[in-house]
């Protein structure tokens, strides 16, 4: 079983940055996709954005593209997310998650983290 564990996440005022980590440990990280999704209240979890195990593609959600980057050291076993222009609708907890597939879909992924707040507002 791999262990995911967020980081990273606060307060920021909107136009803020932000970059969220993620650790993983456990298992060998480079056979997997990695993925952030996030969940505001109320909201069912959406993607946000993901990387294929070579780091060699990416995919992001439209409401975040141009404004999220997601990287991965594979030496270090960390995936980031670069979070510019913040918007005070990108409030959310952030979850980072493994999987085989490279996907936006929540199913594709097994392991996930406990999430980081993010919260931007004035």
């Known amino acids: 079983q791999m262990q995911l564990v967020e980081s990273g996440g606060g307060l920021v005022q909107p136009g803020g940055s932000l970059r969220l980590s993620c650790l993983a440990s456990?298992?060998?990280?480079?056979?997997?996709?990695m993925a952030w999704f996030r969940q505001a209240p109320g909201k069912e979890r959406e993607f946000v954005a993901t990387?294929?195990?070579?780091?060699?593609?990416?995919s992001y959600a439209d409401s975040v593209k141009g404004r999220f980057t997601i990287s991965r050291d594979t030496i270090k076993n960390t995936v980031h997310l670069q979070m510019n222009s913040l918007k005070p609708e990108d409030t959310a907890v952030y979850y980072c998650a493994t999987g085989r597939r490279f996907s936006g879909y929540y199913r594709d992924y097994d392991n996930w983290g406990q999430g980081t707040q993010v919260t931007v507002s004035s």
């Open positions: 456990g298992r060998a990280f480079s056979p997997y996709a």
């Open positions: 990387i294929n195990s070579s780091g060699g593609s990416t």
